[in-house]
């Protein structure tokens, strides 16, 4: 039976994501067998990967992340258990890699949480016949006593896995003693005595002006903190959009990269009420010279080089803030390169016919944007397929030719109503192109569309939207000095060299 670590934390955001990734590179290059998890993952970031059986369903960004960090295939055993919030108190239910239903939080626990924890039980316990080590990723905060009759990710986790608990606070924040004591002293005792060491994360400054704390924190509990990490961002993709700007607020992503402000370009993006999959975004971000500021939707366009928009969890109601709050006359007035990708390809198009279907209501069609000549008609059965495609360059990605690998996670079909470019052209028998046969995406000089997310991942693609934007405003493109180091070993490095993990017995 394999050994299990579970990477739990006292908040959201105090950096459980990256630990478990670097521990599973740091094990991987080691030489071991080792897997990530975590039972449940409430996110609107997903990835489409296979199931067991062969089939395809979805898990949440980390996990696919933390698979590709140990070097494993990802499967849904991976996060047997989804929740995508959808708003309105709702999130859809995705067991086992397949979207169930849409439920509100006391309906999910009420009626489907037995469902979940057999889903988790039976995933981990295929995960540990196969491998070695697990590192598994708790949720939030470990210490919540109102959620631990129920707290899949991190009670319940670490009492069928026997799980040996390492305890991650945040400095950044201020107070991560506090958390740390407290959190220990809010366990259940069976937890509690799990605890093997704890670890601090986002610290600055000089490490030894953290003596006493450690030392009185030691004492007081019992438990060793086991690594001081400094603060260091490997470049993983975030799991939550706890990492964004508020809504309302105007914040601004890949400041730091050392190009001055009048040779940079601005890549807006539209801060819809029910944001979904923006890591999407996060490859334009590390681009030198390259800003992606997210924006209101009242927010004036001025000042930006290109638009992007991105996936949704709810296409039409994040179609109707848009129009409310004047963002679709802005759009259609703006002259630079748009892209659209999932939600924001439908929202580009003509109309949505039967809308009621993603839960709106009896509305039957909704006008989109009108910057694309297609229509998408929702329907019940959700398409979650990783994709292949071959990129023949057209609009903003003008130049881009070869294969691209993303992912679809959409529910609906976009088709044309017009003639129109499409990016991804099927291919006949004889080898011509069959832009009717496909409904991936179509193109205008300056707007495209499409469901593949995972888009800019691609360098063809990324390269061409970048010298796109550069070139739509007369600006050159500066160099890119050196390569980028991988993300996961930079993450493997941050772990090992600044924790002592001989008291986790790895």
Request: charged fraction near 25%; glycine fraction near 10%; hydrophobic fraction near 40%.
């Amino acid at each position: 039976m394999a050994r299990t670590v579970l990477v739990a934390g006292t908040a959201s955001h105090v950096g459980k994501s990256t630990v478990a990734a670097g521990l599973c590179r740091h094990l991987a290059d080691r030489g071991v067998d080792v897997a990530p998890y975590k039972a449940q993952n409430m996110s609107n970031n997903a990835r489409a990967v296979a199931t067991p059986d062969g089939s395809t369903g979805e898990i949440g960004v980390s996990q696919y992340v933390q698979a590709r960090a140990a070097r494993v295939p990802p499967t849904t055993d991976h996060n047997p258990v989804l929740l995508k919030p959808r708003g309105e108190g709702e999130s859809q239910l995705v067991l086992g890699g397949e979207a169930v239903g849409h439920y509100a939080a006391g309906e999910y626990y009420d009626e489907h949480w037995d469902d979940a924890l057999a889903a988790a039980e039976a995933s981990h316990e295929r995960l540990a016949a196969d491998h070695d080590v697990i590192v598994a990723e708790g949720a939030g905060s470990l210490a919540e006593p109102n959620l631990h009759h129920r707290d899949l990710s991190n009670v319940e986790t670490a009492r069928f896995a026997d799980a040996d608990i390492l305890l991650v606070g945040d400095i950044e924040r201020g107070g991560v003693f506090a958390a740390l004591v407290g959190s220990l002293e809010l366990l259940p005792d069976d937890l509690r005595e799990r605890v093997a060491g704890a670890v601090i994360t986002k610290f600055r400054g000089d490490r030894s002006l953290l003596a006493p704390g450690i030392e009185d924190f030691e004492d007081r509990t019992g438990v060793p903190i086991l690594g001081v990490l400094p603060y260091d961002d490997p470049g993983l993709p975030e799991e939550d959009s706890v990492s964004l700007p508020a809504a309302g607020e105007r914040a601004v992503r890949g400041t730091d990269d050392g190009v001055p402000d009048e040779r940079a370009v601005t890549v807006a993006v539209p801060r819809f009420p029910r944001l979904s999959n923006f890591t999407d975004l996060e490859p334009l971000a590390r681009e030198p010279g390259v800003r992606v500021a997210y924006r209101p939707l009242d927010a004036a366009l001025d000042g930006a080089d290109a638009v992007v928009l991105p996936g949704t969890k709810n296409t039409v109601d994040d179609l109707l803030a848009c129009r409310e709050a004047g963002f679709d006359a802005e759009l259609r007035s703006f002259e630079g390169p748009v892209v659209g990708l999932c939600g924001g390809y439908q929202m580009l198009g003509e109309r949505i016919t039967n809308a009621a279907v993603e839960g709106t209501g009896d509305r039957e069609t909704v006008p989109g944007f009108g910057l694309l000549p297609v229509e998408t008609r929702f329907r019940r059965d959700k398409r979650v397929e990783p994709v292949t495609r071959d990129l023949r360059g057209v609009g903003p990605l003008a130049g881009a030719n070869g294969a691209v690998t993303g992912y679809e996670i959409h529910m609906g079909r976009t088709d044309p109503v017009a003639d129109v470019a499409r990016p991804f052209p099927a291919v006949t028998d004889d080898g011509a192109a069959d832009a009717a046969a496909d409904p991936d995406g179509a193109a205008t000089a300056h707007v495209l569309g499409t469901y593949l997310h995972g888009l800019f991942e691609n360098a063809t693609a990324r390269e061409a939207f970048v010298d796109s934007v550069f070139a739509a405003a007369g600006r050159e493109r500066p160099a890119r000095e050196g390569g980028t180091a991988d993300p996961y070993d930079r993450a493997a490095d941050l772990v090992a060299t600044h924790c002592d993990l001989s008291a986790l017995g790895l």
